[in-house]
């Protein structure tokens, strides 16, 4: 039988949204016997660039300190499942760094969690993954939580 999906990005922010979105990642990726790729992502606002935004210093330190923790925590839950892994870290707006480093490795899917919000949160800040929909050109999973969970 061949295997639909051989390579597979994950999105892991170390939330309740994103471990489910890993467990769900993990199943597909181990039923295809895929590559995995975990992308933990210190989010940056585009609309501030460093520079301008006044960010103190230590804070692009503090927080890639914090998204290296995830990254690392994330990359062990799936090899102890006995999944090929790498860890990927970036900074910025997550919806254009996953989009990127999809078509970067030439992924066939994509794994997010999902974070139910106001559809006034929804407007204002929008949903990575409606808009991931526009952005990538392979599959996308989205991981939602069951009622009873």
């Given at each position: 039988?061949?295997?639909?999906?051989?390579?597979?990005?994950?999105?892991?922010?170390?939330?309740?949204?994103?471990?489910?979105?890993?467990?769900?990642?993990?199943?597909v990726?181990?039923?295809?016997?895929?590559?995995?790729?975990?992308?933990?992502?210190?989010?940056?606002?585009?609309?501030?660039?460093?520079?301008?935004?006044?960010?103190?210093?230590?804070?692009?330190?503090?927080?890639?300190?914090?998204?290296?923790?995830?990254?690392?925590?994330?990359?062990?839950?799936?090899?102890?499942k006995?999944?090929?892994?790498?860890?990927?870290?970036?900074?910025?707006?997550?919806?254009?760094?996953?989009?990127?480093?999809?078509?970067?490795?030439?992924?066939?899917?994509?794994?997010?969690?999902?974070?139910?919000?106001?559809?006034?949160?929804?407007?204002?800040?929008?949903?990575?993954?409606?808009?991931?929909?526009?952005?990538?050109?392979?599959?996308?999973?989205?991981?939602?939580?069951?009622?009873?969970?």
């Amino acid at each position: 039988m061949e295997k639909l999906f051989r390579s597979i990005l994950m999105a892991y922010d170390g939330s309740e949204s994103g471990r489910l979105a890993l467990s769900q990642g993990t199943c597909v990726a181990l039923e295809n016997e895929a590559m995995v790729h975990l992308l933990a992502v210190v989010r940056i606002p585009a609309a501030y660039g460093f520079a301008e935004a006044g960010y103190p210093e230590h804070y692009l330190d503090q927080e890639m300190r914090r998204i290296d923790g995830i990254l690392d925590e994330g990359v062990q839950i799936l090899r102890e499942k006995g999944l090929q892994v790498e860890g990927h870290r970036s900074s910025g707006e997550p919806v254009l760094e996953i989009s990127r480093l999809a078509r970067e490795l030439g992924v066939d899917l994509v794994v997010v969690g999902h974070r139910p919000q106001s559809r006034l949160a929804r407007w204002w800040h929008g949903s990575v993954s409606t808009t991931l929909l526009d952005e990538l050109r392979c599959s996308l999973l989205v991981a939602m939580p069951r009622d009873a969970e």
